[in-house]
């Protein structure tokens, strides 16, 4: 399980050192894809070919299946960590998640977000809306 909160740089040319705790879970080799609210998703392999059979189980008559699944896999990029435990940041990807310089990755159970630092820090929630969003979790069957 991904967790935490890591502030890190892009350099000019798009490379990012993953933090230490999320090389460990995701080993030499991840997918990286354009991720929902404008920031990249970042999946061990494992995780990757579970998302694929779940995809592969939809039909693909559904106009939406059909669109997000073009969304989600033209973008993707199977990546290799370098020596430094950097990886490079495909242009295409860089550009979608609008990744200039500061950037903020984020564990998020079975996968990690890495986000623009002014975009994440935009979409922080503020305490009432986050109970706001409590409510509504709790709605859907899920407490803490």
């Known amino acids: 399980m991904f967790m ?6 892009v350099d000019p040319k798009g490379r990012l050192i993953i933090p230490a705790k999320f090389r460990e879970q995701l080993g030499d080799e991840f997918v990286v894809t354009k ?31 059909r669109k997000f699944s073009r969304f989600f896999f033209a973008g993707a990029a199977a990546l290799e960590l370098d020596k430094q435990g950097r990886i490079l940041l ?15 990755l ?3 159970l079975s996968r990690v977000e890495i986000w ?24 859907l069957g899920f407490s803490i």
């Open 4 to 9: 935490g909160e890591y502030n890190h740089t």
């Open 35 to 65: 991720g929902l609210d404008g920031c990249l998703f970042v999946y061990t392999k494992d995780e990757w070919h579970n998302i694929e059979e779940k995809f592969r189980g939809i039909s693909m008559t559904s106009k939406d299946a």
């Open 90 to 104: 495909p242009p295409v990807l860089r550009e979608y998640a609008d990744l200039q310089k500061d950037v903020v």
């Open 106 to 108: 984020v564990g998020v």
């Open 116 to 139: 623009d630092k002014d975009r994440w820090l935009e979409n922080t929630y503020d305490e009432d809306e986050m109970d706001d969003i409590a409510e509504h979790m709790a709605e």
